[in-house]
């Protein structure tokens, strides 16, 4: 069933947006599913992710390094055997956030087994009472090393990430060509967006509307409504094609800017109002028809719960980097697949988030049609066995060698030099 049928039948079944959200976030989950309301959720929020029968004796964690070559920055992480898993940060907000790793994260998992893995995520969440760094500022550093000992764990098992969190449903990925030409007319967006989409041949698209946390500014005055008509026009009924606006709206506005997108028939509109206005997006989802997505910004794991059981969303967007990891990443998905939901999670710029996305995305049985494409950071060399990562008619193939299957230029690692608190 496509999103949009799906959306029809459970608007039916909406509940009121009553009840408090929560704000702490816990990561330290309550590991009886039976004191949850919704057994089902409870379930999806403490049944384990990890899967390593293989591993009978403990990997300990000999050392962890976090490497820098001008703003790449990237996780090294060995094992007592000598084994490695290797990780590349999301960059453009590791420049800034280093020392929350190497003071608040690193010292904690030193000496810890790697099995433990899961159980280590909830503990480090109150070390040094790093909840209070709840949100981008912990969780990307964090999701820097898991992805690692993800790595290291996969090599000793000789499985890839997405086997080592989940079975693999997605071999192959259809992508969306996402982009962002705000500032651009309309006439200009329209020829830059068919340009993307020429090189990939991808079957949908994603275009940006009103103006990023805006207050109902266009960005120039007047683009969107005109380019909403002109993207129909250019690509025809079979594209599909999202609308994100990136909180740009009040919810009256967001309703009228929803409306003009269902006549055109696009298939979801994401952030329609600023990401944390969670009873405004209940109020705009039970108005539209279309669609509702978002989620990239979310960094509570309790906040998504409630978004997902009040059907404030209809496709659930974690950011595999912003929401701490793809562990975490994984309860969100099993709790949106209860809910008949697709998770489509958005892929944060730099390093090798892509690569990321397409192992959570394979793993996960409620995997949206179509997964966000930005491009393949090229200033990052490696090497893949198992798939050239090319696009072909808008599709990707999976590497499913070891860890993340990919294995970096030791020239460019060696480039890198020690971070030091």
């Given at each position: 069933?496509?999103?949009?049928?799906?959306?029809?039948?459970?608007?039916?079944?909406?509940?009121?947006?009553?009840?408090?959200?929560?704000?702490?976030?816990?990561?330290?989950?309550?590991?009886?599913?039976?004191?949850?309301?919704?057994?089902?959720?409870?379930?999806?929020?403490?049944?384990?992710?990890?899967?390593?029968?293989?591993?009978?004796?403990?990997?300990?964690?000999?050392?962890?390094?976090?490497?820098?070559?001008?703003?790449?920055?990237?996780?090294?992480?060995?094992?007592?055997?000598?084994?490695?898993?290797?990780?590349?940060?999301?960059?453009?907000?590791?420049?800034?956030?280093?020392?929350?790793?190497?003071?608040?994260?690193?010292?904690?998992?030193?000496?810890?087994?790697?099995?433990?893995?899961?159980?280590?995520?909830?503990?480090?969440?109150?070390?040094?009472?790093?909840?209070?760094?709840?949100?981008?500022?912990?969780?990307?550093?964090?999701?820097?090393?898991?992805?690692?000992?993800?790595?290291?764990?996969?090599?000793?098992?000789?499985?890839?990430?997405?086997?080592?969190?989940?079975?693999?449903?997605?071999?192959?990925?259809?992508?969306?060509?996402?982009?962002?030409?705000?500032?651009?007319?309309?006439?200009?967006?329209?020829?830059?967006?068919?340009?993307?989409?020429?090189?990939?041949?991808?079957?949908?698209?994603?275009?940006?509307?009103?103006?990023?946390?805006?207050?109902?500014?266009?960005?120039?005055?007047?683009r969107t409504e005109k380019l909403i008509p002109l993207i129909r026009e250019r690509f025809g009924a079979n594209m599909?094609?999202?609308?994100?606006?990136?909180?740009?709206?009040?919810?009256?506005?967001?309703?009228?800017?929803?409306?003009?997108?269902?006549?055109?028939?696009?298939?979801?509109?994401?952030e329609p109002v600023p990401f944390d206005w969670y009873e405004e997006t209940l109020e705009v989802n039970k108005s539209?028809?279309?669609?509702?997505?978002?989620?990239?910004?979310?960094?509570?794991?309790?906040?998504?719960?409630?978004?997902?059981?009040?059907?404030?969303?209809?496709?659930?967007?974690?950011?595999?980097?912003?929401?701490?990891?793809?562990?975490?990443?994984?309860?969100?998905?099993?709790?949106?697949?209860?809910?008949?939901?697709?998770?489509?999670?958005?892929?944060?710029?730099?390093?090798?988030?892509?690569?990321?996305?397409?192992?959570?995305?394979?793993?996960?049985?409620?995997?949206?049609?179509?997964?966000?494409?930005?491009?393949?950071?090229?200033?990052?060399?490696?090497?893949?066995?198992?798939?050239?990562?090319?696009?072909?008619?808008?599709?990707?193939?999976?590497?499913?060698?070891a860890g993340l299957g990919v294995t970096l230029d030791p020239d460019f690692v060696k480039a890198h030099k020690k971070?030091?608190?």
């Amino acid at each position: 069933m496509d999103s949009g049928r799906r959306k029809f039948i459970q608007k039916a079944g909406l509940g009121s947006a009553a009840g408090l959200i929560g704000t702490s976030g816990k990561l330290h989950l309550n590991k009886n599913p039976e004191l949850y309301k919704n057994k089902a959720i409870g379930q999806a929020l403490t049944e384990p992710i990890l899967s390593i029968p293989e591993l009978k004796e403990p990997v300990w964690i000999a050392s962890i390094e976090l490497l820098r070559r001008k703003d790449n920055f990237i996780c090294r992480v060995r094992s007592k055997g000598g084994v490695e898993g290797i990780s590349v940060s999301n960059n453009m907000q590791m420049v800034y956030l280093y020392p929350i790793f190497l003071h608040r994260i690193q010292p904690f998992f030193i000496q810890k087994d790697a099995r433990d893995l899961e159980s280590l995520l909830e503990e480090v969440y109150v070390y040094k009472s790093n909840y209070k760094l709840q949100s981008l500022a912990l969780w990307v550093p964090l999701a820097t090393l898991e992805f690692a000992i993800l790595d290291l764990l996969g090599k000793l098992t000789d499985k890839s990430i997405a086997m080592l969190i989940g079975k693999i449903h997605n071999p192959k990925i259809a992508v969306y060509q996402a982009n962002n030409f705000r500032g651009k007319s309309a006439e200009e967006s329209i020829n830059l967006i068919e340009a993307q989409v020429g090189e990939t041949g991808a079957k949908a698209l994603k275009f940006k509307v009103g103006g990023r946390m805006s207050n109902d500014k266009d960005f120039p005055p007047g683009r969107t409504e005109k380019l909403i008509p002109l993207i129909r026009e250019r690509f025809g009924a079979n594209m599909a094609i999202y609308a994100d606006s990136n909180g740009s709206y009040s919810v009256k506005e967001a309703i009228r800017i929803g409306e003009i997108l269902q006549e055109y028939k696009f298939d979801f509109f994401e952030e329609p109002v600023p990401f944390d206005w969670y009873e405004e997006t209940l109020e705009v989802n039970k108005s539209l028809k279309i669609p509702i997505a978002g989620g990239e910004q979310e960094p509570s794991i309790h906040n998504f719960k409630w978004l997902i059981e009040k059907d404030a969303l209809d496709i659930i967007q974690p950011d595999i980097f912003y929401f701490g990891g793809m562990i975490r990443s994984m309860r969100v998905s099993k709790m949106a697949a209860i809910k008949g939901k697709d998770c489509t999670p958005h892929i944060s710029g730099s390093g090798l988030g892509y690569l990321y996305m397409l192992h959570f995305v394979s793993a996960i049985p409620n995997a949206g049609p179509f997964h966000e494409f930005k491009g393949l950071n090229q200033e990052i060399p490696f090497e893949c066995a198992t798939s050239d990562l090319s696009i072909i008619n808008g599709m990707v193939s999976v590497p499913t060698g070891a860890g993340l299957g990919v294995t970096l230029d030791p020239d460019f690692v060696k480039a890198h030099k020690k971070v030091k608190g």
